[in-house]
């Protein structure tokens, strides 16, 4: 049961990152899995771990199949920092507290937005910008413009005909 759950939802996400152009990012567990198999002997850790990593071999296995790339974050830090601001965070329960800038959410959508940030850094450099951007010369920095004027921004509007 497991198993065909497991690849048919691994198939689904698999889709859909390749209808959406993207790449899969996924925690690298290896560690984990090898160091608590070899600490706990409790059937129901083994079991609840065993379900993780059918469902993370079998988003491995339909990428390689369909050809999307997939990124492994390291999982270090990411339920504990904050994604927005980068603090530590506390939590009541399952819910995640940043004392610093007062973001509020679940411990898996806190490790999901951290491993989301860390895929796109380490695809992208930091967000917003590429790694290998050429640096700016300065001829286009003395273009005429001063430093603190406002963006101008043109909007032309087009009419069907």
């Not at 706990?40 to 990428?63: P, V």
């Not at 380490?122 to 963006?151: C, F, H, I, Y």
Request: with cysteine.
């Amino acid at each position: 049961m497991i198993v065909d759950w497991s690849r048919k939802f691994a198939k689904y996400i698999v889709l859909k990152a390749k209808k959406a152009k993207s790449a899969i990012a996924l925690e690298n567990l290896d560690k984990l899995w090898f160091n608590a198999s070899k600490k706990s002997s409790s059937l129901a850790d083994k079991l609840s771990r065993f379900a993780y990593r059918r469902l993370q071999l079998a988003i491995i296995t339909k990428a390689i199949e369909y050809n999307v790339p997939i990124d492994f974050v390291d999982p270090r830090g990411t339920s504990t920092t904050c994604p927005r601001c980068g603090a530590k965070l506390s939590y009541i329960h399952r819910l995640a507290v940043c004392k610093k800038c007062r973001f509020k959410a679940d411990r898996d959508t806190i490790g999901a937005l951290n491993i989301y940030i860390c895929s796109l850094r380490r695809m992208w450099g930091s967000v917003g910008s590429l790694p290998n951007a050429p640096a700016m010369k300065d001829e286009a920095r003395q273009s005429g413009r001063t430093k603190d004027e406002p963006m101008t921004l043109y909007i032309k509007s087009y009419t069907s005909i």
